[in-house]
């Protein structure tokens, strides 16, 4: 059975279509697609049905990454379907936590920070790129190839 994995930010048109699309491009380098399944949601729902943000495509697509996503929202079956879901920032991971309502179901283990799994970085979140400059688009990508080859590292240990 593959492992689910999935990403979340605020609008999913930046950063978890990012991590989506960087997640992808590494498991396929390494020949590891067949253990995974991985999507993307957003805790709002201004920008569902769109693709990601067209500054976060051209930046992504600079480094060999196609982002082919369209944003949705996330829902609470979320929670139970998917192994591990990887969140951008705190206000996130609170988002995420409140659409818990069977407290008995222990799903609290599998909401993480994604950059709880970086080598090099001691940032605790990926800023939010959208209201700021293309440097915010670079810092976002390299923050995520870094993490997320932490992330892999650990899935096949
Ligand atoms: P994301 O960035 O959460 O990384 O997709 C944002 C996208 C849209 C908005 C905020 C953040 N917005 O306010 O519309």
Known sequence: MATKILFVCLGNICRSPAAE????????????????????AGTGSWH????????????????????????????????Y?????????????DAVK???????????????????YSKNSKLEEV???????QHGFDKVLDLLDDAIDGLIDSLID
């Open 21 to 40: 699309g960087v997640f992808k491009q590494k498991i396929k380098e390494r020949d590891l697609e067949k253990l995974f399944a991985v999507d993307s």
């Open 48 to 79: 569902v049905g769109n693709l990601a943000d067209p500054r976060m495509r051209e930046t992504a697509l600079s480094r060999g990454i196609e982002l082919t996503s369209r944003s949705r929202k996330i829902e609470e079956c979320d929670l």
């Open 127 to 133: 800023p939010d790129p959208y209201y700021g400059g």
């Open 98 to 116: 409140s659409l818990i309502k069977d407290h008995r179901n222990p799903v609290n283990s599998k909401i993480k920070l994604i950059l709880s």
């Open 81 to 93: 379907e998917f192994d591990y879901i990887l969140v951008m920032d705190n206000d996130n991971f």
